[in-house]
């Protein structure tokens, strides 16, 4: 039995080098002495390679057969053709009779989908359901994506904590900033997105679900480049985003100048329903109208050495909010109402941040090293003013005023380094540190007869410091049809922190090991992809979770920091099929320890709740997707997006006793209408079922969003006209899952709304950059919590 099995494995290692050749031959050219040639594979070959012209020679080994891209550079010009290799070739002779200074052919458009070491790469600007409107509304098409509204945020493969990279940087933004960020982003900017739900041991281990990676196309002309939007959404408030970028290239420099601008107001309105005991319960409504403004602007410059690249980038952000937040707490007695507590409560909030950042980056002959730095500092200033009264006046409430200012100074250092062995092998290494200082206060001061008096006993300070020093190491070997990536990741991270209040010390150091390992097949003459990956992540407690800080809703009411949260532990298995590169399939098991919620907890002795983040002991969960993409006519597509997945939940503890499982399912509809006069009519419709997360079940709900767009001036300028949940369906409807608990609430939002969206482009160029750099793009930097 060894023997036959040895013998097929000898028979499929044979049948794999088979797929590979050699290609060599000369350079004739009579006026140009070009120093390098690429291949860069198109058309379901994802390989690139790269050799010196040595002696006007050049031999590249073990290369994968298919069709490249052709590049041959020299110090003055690029020339650029097609390669069709289906043999080893040795002898081929390469004519250039004449040096065309700048010469770029394009290359045939790219498939819809590609995938590559299971990161899944979405051609935006060859679908048309994903090239029209903004940035986030692709996101939220692309496969395996959807969007909580809850929370305000992207889930991928229905797990939560995505980070959102642009050409492989991360977007340093808070979760508001981020989303109007990307509503600012318009899909005509995008060349591709790629979805990486199982980041390798190159990346943080604190990658979350997943990293979706926006790349932007990229002006490349001499010249000045301009792109500048706006749009305005009404629904039950108004909003307004404006944004504009400005670009200037000369030589081998890049200057790029963005700003953003929002304003409007906005609402949360929640319901609850708790049972404290037999006989007694209560009702609570919350309504809260927020009003806020952003203002962001930022710059980049890049130098192109002719080895290396040095970019310097730099932000600032002006944040501003206020708050109006009512809410009317009534409790029964074998339902009837003894008792109503009325609250008003006025927040005012600012937050500025300052962010710079270096990267520079050095290509050797067969290795490359990128050094990079960060400093980002956040000012937070919270202020909040809380009246409540009974309307039976059996008990009377103070005034309570609340200041929490809060500085954040973090800083990133990073070093990569690539080392190609041969054209089919790779070593990837590298050292990271980040840094967090934190000083918080929360300080209350209540209304007395003789004025504002210091309310020590709710009041609190605390300090927070966080290292996180991780090294990595990973190697990359290459077939013909067979990818394998081995990795591992060790990550050190002590944290330490200190409360005024009871003179608490939190003191954590944790050391973990993040294995991945990934196989890849693919069979390029079948149209079959498959991928299989292995990673384990962690997810830490930010800082708003670990804050052992109070916030009032009412006197019965409070959101608790929790000092005691653990770390989150993940171990997935992923696997990946893509056919003929339109449609996908994947399944994904993960197993969760320690995940953390937010989570309601009661107190019958003092009738009062808290809102809270808790441990949820395991979460085993099994997920079911599939992306489908079809022209049905020549003026209709359509795209679905269909998940099903399996939840087991175990949670043993005073706060939490939970034994649940859960079939749940979710899909979405796209379809783009393409009529005359270039109009373009789309509709979208998703569905999800009754589902649990954490410690919460959900009620199914549904919406529809309908959309018209048309471009005018040779596309320059891009009208769009959107209404989203046609039907105000979305509804949010929650019950606690917790034997010894009973809560129910429902919560709305404005998510019923109509939007209007233009957007010009204006770029005038005089010729062409001799540096034809279309895929180099900056590499993974940690986004800070």
Do not use: C
């Not at 050219?29 to 379901?44: D, F, P, Q, V």
């Not at 990934?518 to 930010?542: T, V």
């Not at 006519?633 to 939840?647: E, G, H």
């Not at 979405?668 to 979208?684: E, Q, V, Y």
Request: charged share 20%; glycine share 4%.
């Amino acid at each position: 039995m060894k023997k036959i099995i040895f013998i097929l494995l000898l028979f499929i290692y044979s049948l794999v080098l088979s797929q590979r050749v050699n290609y060599g031959g000369s350079l004739q050219s009579a006026e140009t002495k070009y120093h390098s040639i690429e291949l860069k594979g198109i058309e379901g070959v994802e390989e690139r390679y790269r050799e010196e012209i040595k002696g006007n020679k050049f031999l590249f080994k073990d290369i994968l057969i298919g069709k490249y891209i052709r590049t041959l550079r020299s110090d003055k010009n690029t020339v650029v053709d097609t390669l069709i290799l289906e043999k080893e070739i040795l002898d081929d002779r390469l004519l250039i009779s004449k040096s065309i200074e700048g010469v770029v052919i394009s290359a045939p458009k790219n498939k819809f989908i590609q995938m590559k070491n299971g990161i899944i790469k979405v051609n935006v600007q060859n679908n048309p359901i994903l090239s029209s409107g903004n940035v986030f509304e692709s996101i939220s098409k692309l496969p395996g994506v959807s969007y909580d509204a809850i929370n305000d945020r992207f889930k991928l493969n229905g797990n939560t904590g995505i980070r959102v990279e642009i050409d492989g940087e991360s977007l340093l933004l808070s979760g508001n900033e981020l989303m109007i960020y990307l509503k600012n982003l318009q899909a005509a900017e995008v060349e591709s997105i790629e979805i990486n739900s199982s980041p390798s041991a190159k990346y943080d281990a604190g990658s979350g679900a997943g990293i979706i990676n926006i790349k932007t196309k990229k002006f490349k002309k001499e010249g000045v480049s301009v792109i500048t939007n706006t749009n305005a959404t009404k629904g039950r408030y108004f909003k307004q985003n404006t944004g504009a970028k400005a670009q200037y290239n000369i030589h081998n420099k890049s200057f790029v100048l963005r700003y953003l601008n929002s304003y409007g107001g906005d609402f949360e309105q929640a319901n609850s329903l708790k049972g404290i005991s037999n006989s007694l319960s209560s009702e609570q409504e919350i309504y809260a109208k927020i009003n806020n403004a952003n203002h962001s602007i930022g710059g980049t410059f890049e130098n192109r050495f002719s080895h290396s690249k040095l970019t310097l980038n730099t932000k600032l952000t002006f944040y501003n909010e206020d708050i109006q937040q009512n809410t009317d707490l009534i409790f029964k007695n074998n339902s009837l109402p003894y008792s109503e507590i009325i609250s008003r409560q006025m927040s005012d909030n600012s937050l500025r941040t300052f962010d710079a950042g270096i990267r520079y980056a050095y290509d050797f002959k067969k290795s490359s090293l990128v050094l990079r730095g960060n400093y980002i500092r956040y000012n937070t200033k919270n202020n909040a003013l809380l009246s409540s009264k009974e309307v039976q006046n059996i008990q009377h409430f103070k005034d309570l005023e609340n200041r929490a200012p809060n500085t954040v100074n973090a800083a990133v250092i990073q070093v990569d380094y690539t080392n190609k062995i041969d054209s089919t092998s790779t070593i990837e290494s590298g050292l990271k540190y980040i840094f967090q200082d934190i000083n918080n206060k929360n300080l209350f001061y209540k209304r007395e007869i003789n004025g504002w008096e210091y309310d020590e006993p709710k009041s609190n300070a605390y300090t927070y410091n966080e290292h996180i020093a991780s090294a990595y190491l990973q190697y990359y070997k290459s077939f013909k049809r067979i990818d394998i990536i081995l990795g591992s990741r060790a990550e050190f991270s002590p944290v330490y922190g200190y409360s005024s209040e009871n003179d608490y010390h939190l003191k954590r150091e944790e050391l973990n090991i993040f294995p991945f390992i990934n196989f890849s097949y693919a069979n390029q003459s079948k149209n079959h992809h498959i991928s299989l990956s292995y990673n384990k992540k962690i997810n830490r407690p930010n800082f708003k979770n670990l804050m052992p800080f109070v916030y009032y809703i009412d006197p019965y009411t409070k959101i608790l920091g929790n000092a005691e949260l653990k770390s989150n532990i993940t171990h997935q298995l992923t696997l990946q099929y893509l056919y003929k590169q339109k449609y996908i399939f994947n399944i994904i098991y993960s197993q969760n320890r320690d995940a953390i919620y937010q989570t309601h907890i009661h107190n019958k002795a003092t009738l009062s709740s808290m809102l809270t983040p808790v441990n949820i002991d395991k979460i085993h969960s099994i997920i079911f997707n599939a992306n489908l993409s079809f022209n049905m006519l020549k003026w209709w597509s359509l795209n679905a997006n269909i998940n099903l997945f399996r939840d087991s939940i175990k949670s043993n503890d005073n706060a939490q006793n939970i034994n649940t499982q859960s079939w749940a399912y979710q899909w979405a509809i796209t379809n783009r209408f393409s009529l005359p006069a270039k109009i373009n009519l789309t509709s979208g419709f998703d569905f999800i079922s009754d589902f649990i997360q954490g410690p919460y079940k959900t009620t199914s709900f549904y919406g529809l969003s309908l959309g018209i767009n048309r471009n005018f001036m040779n596309n320059q300028l891009r009208f769009s006209l959107t209404a989203n949940d046609v039907f105000n369906r979305k509804e949010i409807k929650n019950h606690l899952l917790a034997q010894e608990q009973s809560y129910f609430s429902r919560q709305t939002f404005d998510s019923r709304w109509i939007r209007l969206s233009l957007t010009y482009i204006f770029d005038k160029g005089t010729k062409n950059n001799t540096s034809y750099d279309e895929d180099t793009v900056d590499k993974l930097k940690s986004r800070l919590k």
